[in-house]
């Protein structure tokens, strides 16, 4: 593929002012002085956000195409919301991959015309899905699963960060070597704390290690995809596509371990990651007591069950 399409200029800014807009914007309500403050910090900060941006999309334009030593291929579905400027260069990374067999760009969004932003991308394995109404996180395994008759492996990424073919090829090759768990690049962590207004988990870790629950990047089975949705049934989620918080964490029990996470280098991002309206966990009611509350029922489980097996 020709990287070099029409389009591409069109691509890259539509992600700079994406990526501008979000710095430009403060994080929460707060008074006239500090929004200008925040105004300087964001000008301050302005050519330290294009350069990375830029390095980054450039890495994949010039990225060689990425291969495994094996006959392994996977399926990635990325679900898109009100980020639509950064589906298309998360897309293009999966495509130079020839390990990618198929990748399922799912538009959750309706009120966005998500087509005009992937004009331009002619690759017979990209597949655009237009929901015909709002639909939540748990959709990735509703789609994973319509195509787990050919694939044996999953990616989906969320669509605030941003990985290089290379990166992607690494990860792709550890979930390949050790398939019992999923995998992933960051996690939350299970801390001891009693404080209910405090939520009990240490978030954003990133290193080749294990974890609790796997954020913002999953890497997992066909095996662990069915667990899931068992798992799913069990808790009384009939539709997938209707789960919004806590999908993750469900998957990060589907394996036979805690889950794997692998420090890549540096990750691009976006500068939205924590934008109120935008960040899930910005939107979502009480979104923390429910995760918590959710790893200690699935907790509970595994210590029983492990019990019974004695």
């Known amino acids: 593929m020709d990287f070099r399409l029409r389009g591409c200029v069109m691509r890259f800014r539509r992600l700079i002012e994406f990526q501008l807009q979000c710095l430009f914007t403060p994080r929460r309500e707060v008074g006239v002085v500090r929004r200008l403050l925040h105004f300087f910090f964001a000008l301050a900060l302005t050519p330290r956000t294009v350069l990375r941006v830029r390095r980054w999309a450039r890495a994949i334009e010039t990225a060689p195409r990425q291969t495994i030593d094996g006959p392994e291929t996977c399926c990635v579905i990325v679900l898109s919301y009100r980020r639509p400027a950064n589906i298309p260069w998360i897309v293009l990374s999966y495509l130079k991959c020839d390990f990618v067999g198929k990748v399922v760009v799912t538009n959750n969004n309706p009120a966005v015309d998500l087509k005009s932003y992937l004009e331009g991308i002619d690759d017979p394995r990209l597949e655009l ?138 990750i691009l991002q976006c500068e939205s990651w924590s934008l109120a309206g935008v960040a899930t966990w910005q939107t979502h009611q009480n979104f923390f007591e429910e995760r918590a509350a959710l790893h200690d029922r699935l907790a509970d489980r595994r210590r029983s069950y492990a019990a019974a097996l004695r």
């Open 129 to 266: 899905v237009q929901q015909t109404q709002p639909t939540k996180q748990g959709i990735r395994f509703a789609l994973a699963e319509k195509h787990s008759g050919k694939f044996e492996y999953f990616f989906s990424p969320d669509d605030d960060r941003f990985l290089v073919p290379q990166q992607i090829r690494k990860l792709f090759a550890g979930l390949v070597a050790e398939p019992e768990v999923p995998h992933g690049i960051e996690g939350e962590s299970r801390v001891p704390r009693v404080d209910a207004k405090t939520y009990p988990f240490v978030v954003g870790t990133v290193r080749d290690g294990r974890t609790d629950h796997l954020t913002g990047y999953y890497a997992f089975t066909r095996l662990h995809l069915r667990r899931c949705l068992e798992t799913f049934r069990g808790l009384g989620w009939t539709r997938p596509e209707a789960v919004g918080n806590g999908e993750d964490i469900v998957l990060s029990f589907s394996g036979d371990g805690q889950p794997r996470i692998h420090d890549l280098g540096p």
